[in-house]
T-cell receptor, first 112, second 114 residues
């Protein structure tokens, strides 16, 4: 069964550094998402992406965040200047229209 | 306001016992409803979904859920729990008209006693 893959599984970075989290969605899916789960808290929506543009974003997704689909297979989340509070598990997901989201295994980001 | 509530943060059951995890939503129409499971260190795996039709839906791993419009609920059930079911369970909702964005409940951590 096709799956969403995320790399790296764990990223450690220093505060103020830029990080890029990478995702390869399922190949025939058209909708892409990033979600975040701070340790012990619920999964929160960050952004959705369709047709090469952001379709919706949450209040969390401020100017420090950006997403990109640089080629036909990858979908990336960039955090320009990381803060301690950005430490979380970041999940990428993809879907067809009005179909369940398929999630990757996540990237655990630790900001020190 | 649109919201998803999972009233139970932690539940402990004995292996072989039945299980029911509660989920309620607040919304003026019928949303799309999902249950996901997250094992430690793993991603989110879809257990089952409800879009329309039969209000009792079957999922993977022997789980089922029943949509009750009158109670705005979508409770997850399993007749006999296995030790490997210990995980965190998330109810999630797509509020129609909100694109395909999932809104998650706070999760229920299931512990299974042998």
């Amino acid at each position: 069964e096709p799956e969403v893959t995320q790399t790296p599984s764990h990223q450690v970075t220093q505060m103020g550094q830029e990080v890029i989290l990478r995702c390869v969605p399922i190949s025939n899916h058209l909708y892409f998402y990033w979600y975040r789960q701070i340790l012990g808290q619920k999964v929160e929506f960050l952004v959705s992406f369709y047709n090469n543009e952001i379709s919706e974003k949450s209040e969390i997704f401020d100017d420090q965040f950006s997403v990109e689909r640089p080629d036909g297979s990858n979908f990336t989340l960039k955090i320009r200047s990381t803060k301690l509070e950005d430490s979380a598990m970041y999940f990428c997901a993809s879907s067809e229209e009005y179909s369940p989201l398929h999630f990757g295994n996540g990237t655990r980001l630790t900001v020190t | 306001a649109q919201s998803v509530t999972q009233p139970d943060i932690h539940i402990t059951v004995s292996e072989g016992a039945s299980l029911e995890l509660r989920c309620n939503y607040s919304y003026g129409a019928t949303p799309y409803l999902f249950w996901y499971v997250q094992s430690p260190g793993q991603g989110l795996q879809l257990l089952l979904k409800y879009f329309s039709g039969d209000t009792l839906v079957q999922g993977i791993k022997g789980f089922e859920a029943e949509f009750k419009r009158s109670q705005s609920s979508f409770n997850l059930r399993k007749p006999s729990v296995h030790w490997s079911d210990a995980a965190e369970y998330f109810c999630a909702v797509v509020f129609t008209g909100g694109g395909n964005k999932l809104t998650f409940g706070t999760g229920t951590q299931l512990k299974v006693e042998l």
